[in-house]
Each structure stands twice: as C-alpha cells, then as structure tokens.
C-alpha cells in the first residue's frame, strides 16, 4: 500500500482567510477506486479543501499532487480535463437552460479535442452521451425541461448527471444528500455506490449514516485541520472524533 | 434543441434572406435606400449581439470596432486606390485585430467594469480619429465616391451609386452575418458562451476556460461590426468620426433589445424598427433622439426580453 502512488495527495496544503486559517496544514492520501468520506463540523474547512483539490481555490501553503504529478498550479479547466470533478454544496446548474443544454455543455468536453474536433463534432454523439447520463441518474425524461422548473431533488440528480458526462477520473461530492427526502438519498446512495465502480469519490458528508454506509475510509477535520482518519468503525469509536464531531 | 439546428430554422433563416431578396424588386426607391441601410446596421447589430446576446457581455464600445471596419477600408481606397474587395478585407482585419487586443486587456474585467472600460476604449478611439485629423479627415469626413473603383462583373459594370448594388451588397453582407451567428449558436463553441453567459464559474469548473471564450466571442463580434463598418463605407460612401461616437455604442445595444438579446433575428427586427421610428420622429421634432432614449428606458424597464426574446419565452421555444 505504501509503494502504490495516491490517485490524489495534498501535502500540508493551507488557506489562509485574513488572520483565519480555514485550512492548515492538511496532509491527505486518496488511493484510486476508493470511496473517501471527509467528515466535520460547519466550518471545519471541507469545502475549502476540495476547492483547493478542484481548483476553485488558490492554496497559501503546501502542494496538491495528482497521479503522482504536482498539479497546484494548475488551472480549474485543466484539472477538469484530467478528471477532477467537483459538483456543488448548493446546486449549481444553468438554471435558464434545458436539462439536454445542462449535460450537453459537459458531455463535449470530451469530444471537442483540438480545432477539427470542435468543428466537425456530431451532435449526435453528444446527445448519446448526454442521454446516457441522464439515464444514469434517472431523470432521462426530464431532458426538454428547464431546469430552474425541476423539483431540488431532481436538480441534484442533475447536477451529478453534468459530472458524469465529464468521464470523472475523481468525483468530488459536497454534501450531495443535503436537502433530500429519505427515499432519494437511499436513491442517491445507490447511484455513488456505481459510480465507484468507475471513479474514485471524494465524499463530503454531513449525513453519518450515509458517510457509513459508502465509504471505506473516513477522514475527520475540525478547524481546518484532520484529527482522524480510519475505517467508519474505528472512526465512529475514535474519542476524540466523538468530542470534537458525534457530540457524545 | 437536441439537434445542430433544426431543419425548420434554417427554413426560417432562408424565408427571412429570401424575403429580403425580393423586396428589392417591390420597394419604393426611398424605402429601397433605407432596407439596404438597415440590413448593414443590422449585420453591425447581430455582431453586437454575438457578444451580449451569447456571452453574455455587455459592451459601450462597439462604435471602435464599427468605425475601425470604417476607417481600415475607406483610407486604402481614399490615400491608395484600393479596390472594393481589398478594402473589405482590411475593413474586416482592422475590426479583428482591434477586438482581439481589446479583449486582451478588457476581458480581465466582467458586467459593469467591462461596460465602463470598453466605453473608455471607444472614447479613446472617437478622440484619436479626431486628433488626427489630418490623416483621417475626421471631423469632416471624407466621400469615397470619386476614388473607388466600380465592380466589374463578367461584362457589367457595378458602381456604388447605383440602388441594385447597394441593396445586394448589403445584403449579401447581412446574410453572411446572420449565417455566421446561427452557425456559432448552434456550434459546440456557441454551447459554451452560452454556459458563460449563465454562469462563468460553473462552465470554467466543466473545463472551459472561459477567457479564451470570451476572447474570440469577442473578435467574432469586432469583426462582425467591422465587416458591417466597411461595407457601410463603401455603399454609402462616406467616412467620419460620427460613426466612432458614443450614440454609435448605444445604437445596437438599443436595436439588440428592441429586436431580443440573444436571438439570431432579433438585431434585424430591432434595426428596422428603430430605423422607422427615428425616421417617423424626426419628421415630427428635431428631438428625434428622445424616441432613442424612451425606447430604451421603457425596454429595459418593461420588456428585458424583447420582441423576439418575448416571442421565444411565450410561443416558439425552438427560436435560436
């Protein structure tokens, strides 16, 4: 396990707000296929650190290296075409526009490579893609709907469905169950289940249930900084997690 | 809009160019000079619309890229004789290249900035065509009549005077800038501008890099403007500061709303209806410019969407 080289690794990355350290010093290995589960009180600084990963974020301090390669500088479109995939706290979907329009954006990334590429590109083979992304997270028939017109459950079915046309090498999800009724999360569940078996995730969990039931690594934070990481088992009995986190 | 564009569009696009022809052999001479006006305001409004209507950018300064198209093929001809065909060409370079180093500085700006500086930019340019007046003959203007060469096609002779060539000159021109508009929209590029236009944050974190975007919407919409800037020039056949002046900005931003931002037919709509109103008002009063400012602050107070935009919203969502 040591010799294998992280799919993603931050080496003592930190961001600094004025005077406060939302993020200080996080050291974290993420090994390919795995689901990883970062769990925190509010402001513990998740959000901060997966923005740092995905590049929405500029680090103060320390490295972010993925597959081996320091990719601190490099830019948020970048990381995206090298499969680093980040979808939103609070969905972020192109309200205006039709779920097809939606996915359609992400789903050419891929096939638009180099200037013939983007000329020549077939909307038919985005429309497949498309479709098979929305079909993926089942909201298939919803595709001629606006999106600013679906249920919020469904907007969060949507928005994953836009990180999945993007062929996620790593999919980032902050608090995707967040506002969901107990059957769709059990839905959602399911489909992050799947998606693992192509990706690896990066979970960013409130729900402890959910965290326990997915992930196979859990990593606590608190005040920017990570005070444990093990199995959900070792995690759930941790005394310090439990003071700092559980509340008992 | 799952396919590239639907077959009914562009039987729509082909009605309304087709229509435009045959308008020339029914219209009255006055109304004949004025649909050929129209057409090339228009192909200048679909430029602006590139940028505000797709992207998402709203610009004060297109005057520069307009009288820079001007000025790039009314001075070849005027100091060089240059022929009409030359003269588009560096109409249209002048217009591209000024956009394309616009944007380079501009675009590290979005929303009010961006509209605060591209209207410095404009006012610069407006000034230096006046500075230098002895080159550019600024304040008067100059008439390209006399220096430029009539068209010779197959035996015929076409000078710029007469009707026929300025109402198909101008359209051939409108036509190759609302093809370039609907080709952009229904492109993968046009998906992309659209994401910017909606939320820049969210298409950059798809993997766009949206300044890269902006930047050639925005030379798309300079040359545009440039390209309508020439052959303004060379149909009409006078060159002048006037263009370069802010009214010149307001102007198709005006005519974009009227006619719906971010529709491929709405800067034609909107040119020739407030062509015929400035028209209509300035028969009544010599403030005809005030109908300009009453339209524009009812629009943008009542009707954000204009007619088209409004038009698409209630009955045809399939409008580009």
Redesign the interface.
């Known amino acids: 396990m040591a010799a294998v080289i992280p799919l993603l690794e931050t080496e003592s990355l930190g961001k600094r707000f004025g005077g406060l350290a939302a993020v200080n010093g996080v050291s974290l290995r993420v090994a390919e296929g795995e689901i990883r589960a970062v769990i925190g009180p509010n402001g513990a600084g998740k959000t901060t650190l997966v923005g740092m990963i995905c590049g929405r974020l500029e680090p103060t301090s320390g490295r972010v290296r993925y597959g081996g390669r320091d990719i601190t500088a490099l830019r948020p479109w970048e990381r995206l075409r090298q499969g680093i995939v980040y979808t939103f706290q609070v969905t972020s979907v192109f309200r205006g526009l039709s779920c097809y329009e939606n996915v359609a954006l992400p789903a050419q990334r891929r096939l638009m490579r180099g200037l013939a590429g983007r000329l020549a590109l077939r909307e038919s083979a985005i429309a497949e893609r498309v479709q098979a992304a929305l079909e993926a997270v089942g909201i298939a028939d919803l595709a001629a709907q606006r999106a600013d017109a679906l249920a919020y459950g469904h907007q969060r079915l949507l928005e994953l469905a836009m990180a999945l046309a993007t062929e996620p090498r790593i999919l980032i999800l902050d608090e995707p169950t967040q506002g969901l009724a107990e059957g769709e999360i059990e839905r959602l569940c399911g489909l992050v289940r799947d998606i693992a078996r192509r990706a690896t995730v990066l979970l960013i969990e409130h729900n402890m249930p959910v965290v326990l039931a997915l992930a196979g690594r859990v990593t606590v934070m608190d005040s920017g900084e990570i005070i444990a990481e093990g199995s959900p088992a070792e995690i759930e009995r941790d005394p310090a997690v439990q003071r700092a986190y559980l509340g008992r | 809009?799952?396919?590239?564009a639907p077959l009914k569009v562009l039987a729509l696009h082909a009605a309304v160019l087709a229509l435009l022809f045959a308008a020339q052999f029914a219209l009255p001479p006055y109304h004949h000079t004025n649909v050929a006006r129209i057409m090339v305001l228009a192909a200048y409004a679909i430029g602006y619309n590139v940028l505000l209507g797709y992207t998402g950018l709203m610009s004060l300064g297109h005057a520069m890229f307009f009288a820079a198209g001007m000025y790039g093929a009314g001075l070849p001809v005027y100091y060089l004789g240059v022929g009409a065909a030359g003269a588009l060409g560096a109409g249209l370079a002048a217009g591209v290249v000024l956009a394309a180093l616009f944007g380079l500085l501009a675009l590290r700006t979005t929303g009010v900035a961006f509209l605060i500086v591209s209207l410095m930019f404009a006012q610069a340019f407006y000034l230096a065509s006046l500075y230098f007046n002895e080159v550019t003959l600024g304040d008067q203007g100059f008439i390209l009549s006399q220096r430029l060469a009539p068209l010779q096609a197959g035996g015929a002779t076409l000078g710029f005077h007469e009707p026929a060539v300025k109402y198909n000159g101008a359209l051939l021109l409108f036509a190759a800038c609302l093809l370039v508009s609907l080709a952009l929209r229904a492109?993968?590029?046009g998906?992309?501008l659209?994401?910017i236009r909606?939320?820049e944050?969210?298409?950059?974190?798809?993997?766009?890099?949206?300044f890269r975007y902006k930047l050639l919407s925005l030379t798309i919409s300079g040359g545009l403007a440039a390209a309508a800037g020439a052959m303004y020039a060379l149909l009409f056949s006078y060159v002048g500061s006037t263009f370069a002046s802010i009214l010149f900005s307001i102007y198709p931003l005006l005519w974009t709303l009227l006619g719906g931002v971010g529709t491929t037919l709405g800067p034609l709509l909107g040119t020739g209806l407030m062509f015929y109103l400035v028209d209509l008002a300035s028969g009544v009063t010599s403030a005809y410019l005030l109908a300009v400012g009453v339209a524009l602050v009812l629009l943008v107070l009542w009707f954000p969407l204009g007619i088209l935009g409004t038009v698409r919203a209630r009955w045809l969502p399939w409008l580009p």
Do not use: F
Not at chain 2, 1 to 4: G, L
Not at chain 2, 201 to 210: A, N, P, V
């Open positions: 809009m799952s396919a590239r492109s993968p590029i998906r992309v659209i994401g909606e939320n944050e969210r298409t950059r974190l798809l993997g766009y890099d949206s």
